[in-house]
């Protein structure tokens, strides 16, 4: 089990980028037997998947969101980020990163406490 | 795309079980996983390859997967037991969420 933890600012202009780092610990990202993954759930909301990164450097998007989003890991911090473009008031939302597994273990089992990034106008 | 419908919400009074679905086309041949999210925290998984428990959840909860249909069931529910239940599978390299059910304890 690995601990995640979200940072980055709570309050986002509109049409501005929205940046968030997820910090691991307790393992490194730059184990091949792990997926990095944003999900996001807007106010009163279900949960949305945005994307994926693998420490080879390969991505999986939402085709929604993919002309604006961007995740990329740094392991010599251990951890990796979401840069979401052109934000609006719909991106509002409370954004967790969580961990995914490779073949039969493909399931989110280690979540960030969530943070909460609101798109003003 | 890929899409799952949950009921948006069950109702179940204390020590009965509650059964909680999830529909998609062809959702037997997939992988289901189900969290559950108290209000105000993250979610937690709590099934995993349809039928699996995690370590440190509790044996009532139990999962079966087949044709179009996929269930979670909480057998001896507990006022702890109280949230929001989502279903999710991959959809090729998509992960998809089920809308989420909200389980009331009676």
């Known amino acids: 089990q690995v601990q995640l933890q979200e940072s980055g600012p709570g309050l986002v202009k509109s049409s501005q980028t929205l940046s968030l780092t997820c910090a691991v610990s307790g393992g490194s990202i730059s184990i091949g037997s792990n997926y990095w993954n944003w999900i996001r759930q807007p106010a009163g909301k279900g949960l949305e998947w945005i994307g994926r990164m693998y420490i080879d450097g390969n991505t999986d998007y939402k085709l929604s969101l993919k002309s604006r989003i961007t995740i990329s890991g740094d392991t010599s911090k251990n951890q990796f980020s979401l840069k979401l473009n052109s934000v609006t008031a719909a991106d509002t939302a409370v954004y967790y990163c969580?961990?995914?597994?490779?073949?039969?273990?493909?399931?989110?089992?280690?979540w960030g406490q969530g943070i909460l990034v609101t798109v003003s106008p | 795309s890929y899409e799952l419908a949950q009921p948006l919400s069950v109702s179940v009074a204390l020590g009965q079980t509650a059964t909680i679905t999830c529909g998609g086309t062809n959702i037997g041949i997939k992988n289901v996983h189900w969290y559950q999210q108290m209000a105000g925290q993250a979610p937690v998984l709590v099934i995993y390859n349809d039928n699996n428990r995690p370590s440190g959840i509790p044996e009532r909860f139990s999962g079966s997967n087949s044709g179009n249909l996929a269930t979670l069931t909480i057998s001896r529910a507990q006022v702890g037991d109280e949230a929001d239940y989502y279903c999710q599978v991959w959809d090729t390299s998509t992960a998809v969420f089920g809308g989420g059910t909200k389980v009331t304890v009676l």
């Open positions: 969580a961990r995914s597994g490779l073949g039969w273990k493909r399931y989110f089992d280690d």
